[in-house]
Nanobody, 126 residues
């Protein structure tokens, strides 16, 4: 199966930054929308950001807009989530997710994504 491997999580102080990466296997990386979701203990998984095939269109949850930036490098099969001005409430496991092949519409619901990584932990201390 397709593998999505996230990295870059860690422990940072409030106001700090982390760059998360998601490396995806497969040979049609540029034919998938990629999304980032996060889930904190006791909470439902929530949409964070997504990016379309060429990276020209991005979408963000209101809670992270202006602080997070999603990007992709299709030559390296990698999606990034640059986080900044991190807040304790940003603490969560961050998941990379791949949308369906051949679909270039950004999806905000986790049910629209078919492949998921194992997640990378982001912990923001106050």
């Amino acid at each position: 199966q397709v593998q999505l491997i996230e990295s870059g999580g860690g422990l940072v102080q409030a106001g700090g930054s982390l760059r998360l990466s998601c490396v995806a296997s497969g040979r049609s990386f540029n034919m998938h929308v990629f999304g980032w979701f996060r889930q904190a203990p006791g909470k439902e998984r929530e949409f964070v950001a997504a990016i379309n095939w060429g990276g020209a269109r991005t979408e963000y949850a209101d809670s992270v807009a202006g602080r997070f930036t999603v990007s992709r490098d299709n030559t390296k099969n990698t999606v990034f989530l640059q986080t900044s001005s991190l807040k304790p409430e940003d603490s969560a496991v961050y998941y990379c997710a791949r949308g369906r092949y051949g679909v270039n519409n950004i999806r905000r619901q986790d049910t629209e994504y078919v492949d998921w990584g194992q997640g990378t932990q982001v912990t923001v201390s106050s």
